[in-house]
């Protein structure tokens, strides 16, 4: 890992500073910081379309706005890892044993979104990650929900690869006498008649209203269960992130998953966005930039669990993308839909986003510092890059000065 300073002491949650020397990206003169401002700091990914940090940049090329609020990018350090998919050298694993940050990567499988066949596929593509990983990465591995793997970050790899052999998927579709979707299920449970009618037409072959009544009921019973089943899939990776949060350092969550379902209607049954989204910013406020790796196996199990297409199949498909883009945005990071393969190509576009990222020195006013979570927006004036960065920050209090030092 290369990191462009001769200085370094902060916190990447936020510190108040007087000064400090770095050595400037691009060889160019840093401006100076002026004594006494009040400083936090804010690490953001800019990356092209292929993935590749951009590693150019000057503060001057950063906007930053608080609460919708511009402030100033005094300063932007690169923080550099060796290239994705190469090997560490001899100086940097000497600097990551010494105890110099190191990437720090967590896998997360939501068991519960994953059908057996389906989690062995996932659990596969996840051990190919992790043998692409530097000796010098942290890596864990943490089972949603129950936790089980091995959530220790550690640089035993092998043993982390082993642990994912245990991953088992847990999705058991729920018993029912009609052929609903998940779409069909949250229009007809919040009470769409419309939505009744259509399936009705087509399930009950003049069954008349005693199968309306049924197919209602069944409705009602389905998005029980599967507000059950995401609630606890979101109490799995609140402890994890709970967890990580009294972790040090910039952490990495990458989350495996067979989809987060997020209804499309505004209001009515199966709609948990506002919990999705909280989760989200509990990461961000922990630090941790979240990516999410969306397994999408719903045209497959179109035609082995139903007699064909339904009509919201891609309704359906977006509806279980939609909570883990809900997630991974708050975070700061991205969601990368895999429908057919095995997902190489996804976690290979992690570790290159992740070889690399700005540490930027923003200047604060008086009253963002209120030990609250703040709205933050980081974009550059690049064309064709994309910023990845946090959606809220903590900024601490001003730390009052003791006796001894009011007394000096």
Excluded at 190 to 216: H, P, T
Excluded at 277 to 305: C, K
Aim: aromatic share 6%; glycine share 10%.
């Amino acid at each position: 890992m290369h990191i462009r300073l001769e200085y370094l002491a902060w916190t990447l949650l936020g510190f108040s500073a007087l000064a400090w020397t770095t050595a400037p990206v691009g060889g160019g003169q840093q401006p100076p910081i002026r004594s006494g401002v009040e400083l936090v700091l804010v690490d953001a990914q800019v990356i092209d379309r292929q993935g590749w940090p951009i590693t150019s940049l000057q503060p001057n090329d950063f906007e930053l706005f608080i609460d919708g609020k511009r402030r100033k990018v005094a300063a932007a350090v690169l923080v550099q890892y060796a290239a994705a998919g190469g090997s560490a050298t001899a100086k940097e694993s000497h600097e990551a044993a010494a105890g110099t940050e190191r990437r720090q990567f967590m896998l997360a499988v939501d068991a519960h979104s994953f059908a057996p066949g389906a989690a062995m596929a996932a659990a596969r593509a996840a051990g190919r990650f992790i043998e692409r990983l530097e000796p010098a990465d942290l890596v864990g591995l943490y089972t949603v929900p129950g936790g089980a793997g091995s959530a220790e970050l550690t640089t035993d790899h092998a043993s982390v690869r082993k642990s994912l052999d245990r991953v088992v998927g847990r999705l058991e579709p729920p018993p029912t006498s009609y052929n609903l979707s998940k779409s069909e299920i949250a229009d007809i449970s919040s009470g769409d008649a419309e939505a009744l009618s259509r399936v009705a037409a087509r399930e009950c072959a003049g069954g008349g209203n005693s199968c309306r009544r049924a197919i209602y009921a069944d409705a009602v019973a389905l998005a029980g269960y599967l507000e059950a089943q995401i609630a606890s899939s979101l109490s799995g990776l609140r402890g994890l992130i709970r967890g990580l949060a009294s972790v040090s350092g910039r952490k990495t969550l990458v989350l495996v998953s067979g989809g987060l379902f997020a209804s499309d209607r505004s209001s009515g049954r199966v709609n948990m966005g506002a919990e999705i989204r909280e989760l989200g910013r509990e990461a961000a406020q922990a630090n941790i930039t979240l990516y999410a790796l969306h397994m999408d196996s719903s045209f497959i199990d179109a035609f082995a669990t139903r007699p064909g297409i339904t009509p919201t199949l891609f309704r359906d498909g977006n509806a279980l993308a939609a909570g883990l883009e809900n997630i991974a945005g708050a975070a700061g990071g991205g969601v990368f839909r895999v429908q057919a393969g095995n997902g190489d190509f996804a976690f290979d576009r992690v570790l290159r986003e992740n070889s690399a990222y700005y540490l930027l020195s923003v200047e604060v006013e008086p009253g963002d510092r209120d030990g609250r979570a703040h709205a933050i927006k980081v974009q550059v004036r690049q064309r064709g890059a994309t910023v990845r960065s946090r959606a809220v920050v903590v900024i601490p209090k001003p730390v009052a000065p003791s006796a001894a030092q009011q007394r000096r």
